[in-house]
């Protein structure tokens, strides 16, 4: 390490050892930053699928892609995107999230229009740059099935998956599970997630750091990246 590098395990904050050092290299990361889009976080009695928590963190997530941007390490945009028929969800076999949702937070208004194809509610709210990747296929939970994240990943030549976007507690953590079961380094810079409560975003986050990757914080990693980068150039 060439900084004072840490991780959250079950909570606790403590010292990277350097047998970690592989999950560090920057030259083998890539982004992913999941779902953030109008459907989850537009402030309208409209959104069809309302996750508001994630509005807090669009500019801290600006601001670390930036920095990654700066670094060479590419952004994957993940967003769901259905059919505008509604024949791959509502209209089909619908995600389970619809029926099983509301006997918690009550009938969400205009559910039916979540990430339709072509309309506002696919429209991404972080920064998108040229150079930004995108996976527009994502149907249910999973960044991973039944998109090509994993095939553009490959080409990329990329071995560490950093996890960013909504929902901590349900996409974001499916996506650690899948990447470390598909043989990735994970990375989860949890202070930029945002999930259904502050409680289920503390349980998703000790669950990575039992399970799947490191949990960090995001000018922590910025920090110890750019210093590799620094020392690469020297």
């Known amino acids: ?3 004072d590098m840490y991780a ?10 350097n047998d970690f050092d592989d999950y560090l ?3 083998d990361a890539a982004v992913v930053s999941i779902d953030m889009h109008r459907g989850h976080l537009e402030d309208s009695p409209e959104c069809p699928c309302p996750g508001p928590r994630g509005r807090e963190v669009i500019g801290a997530t600006d601001l670390f892609h930036r920095g990654c941007r700066e670094l060479g390490i590419p952004i994957i945009h993940v967003k769901m995107q259905l059919r505008a028929d ?3 969800d509502v209209g089909g076999v619908p995600g389970a999230w619809r ?11 205009n559910a039916e229009k979540h990430n339709l194809e ?3 509610w696919v429209e991404l709210l972080t920064e998108v740059e040229p150079q930004d990747l995108h996976v527009n296929t994502k149907k249910r939970l999973s960044a991973f099935y039944p998109t090509d994240l994993e095939f553009l990943l490959r080409n990329l030549k990329k071995e560490v998956v950093v996890i960013t976007g909504i929902f901590t507690d349900a996409c974001d953590l499916l996506a650690t599970f899948e990447a470390s079961n598909l043989g990735f380094k994970v990375l989860f810079p949890g202070n930029i997630t945002r999930g259904f409560s502050e409680e289920m975003e503390e349980a998703a986050k000790k ?12 000018f922590a990693l910025l920090e110890e990246w750019r210093a590799r980068f620094k020392e690469d150039r020297t």
Do not use: A
């Not at 099983?100 to 937070?105: A, D, G, L």
């Not at 669950?207 to 799947?212: A, G």
């Open 1 to 3: 390490m060439l900084t």
């Open 8 to 17: 959250y395990f079950y909570g606790d904050k403590k010292p990277l050892p």
């Open 25 to 27: 290299d920057y030259r």
């Open 86 to 88: 509604g024949s791959d």
């Open 99 to 109: 029926r099983i949702f509301p006997m918690t937070v009550g009938e969400i208004p």
């Open 118 to 120: 072509g309309s506002r």
């Open 207 to 218: 669950m990575v750091s039992l399970y799947t990757g490191l949990v960090v914080d995001d």
